[in-house]
Structures are given as structure tokens and as C-alpha cells.
């Protein structure tokens, strides 16, 4: 399998100044369309940061044999090919 690859659309630095944080309660679901801009500075609290992440596209999209994120040959209970 080839590694990750990240496509650029637009190589234009972008803007730092004037972020606004998203700040969220514990147990808040957060959803972010993947080209939106984003990040996550450190964290600096002595808890840990969990982050789960769930990558879902339209069943009829061309998905690339060499995409890093790959179904296993065995369907999740509940879903079939």
C-alpha cells in the first residue's frame, strides 16, 4: 500500500491572525467538512485529548485503490457489499 498523500488545492499561505478558537463542553460532537480549514494547537492540560475520526464519502464516488484508509476484506456487522 503507498503512503499518504495530501492534495493542495491552493498553496496560498493562509491567514493566522484573527482565529477564532471553537471551543467545546466535554462530550460535544464536533463535525468538520476535511477541506475546511482547521488545526489543534497542543494540549497543554495534564488530561489526554481523545479524537475520533470518521471518514464517509457518497457510495457512488470513485474511491482510489491507493487511498491510505482502506475497508478490510470483512464488512462492519450491519453492512453489506
Do not use: C
Not at 496560498?12 to 480549514?37: D, H
Amino acid at each position: 500500500r503507498k503512503s499518504t498523500y495530501n492534495e493542495v488545492f491552493d498553496s496560498t499561505p493562509y491567514p493566522t491572525e484573527g482565529l477564532v478558537p471553537l471551543e467545546a463542553a466535554r462530550g460535544t460532537l464536533v463535525l468538520l467538512n476535511g477541506t475546511l480549514p482547521h488545526r489543534s494547537g497542543p494540549n497543554t492540560s495534564d488530561k489526554p485529548r481523545h479524537a475520533y475520526t470518521l471518514h464517509a464519502i457518497d457510495g457512488t464516488t470513485n474511491y482510489p485503490s491507493d487511498n491510505w484508509l482502506q475497508r478490510t476484506s470483512l464488512p462492519m456487522r450491519g453492512f453489506s457489499n
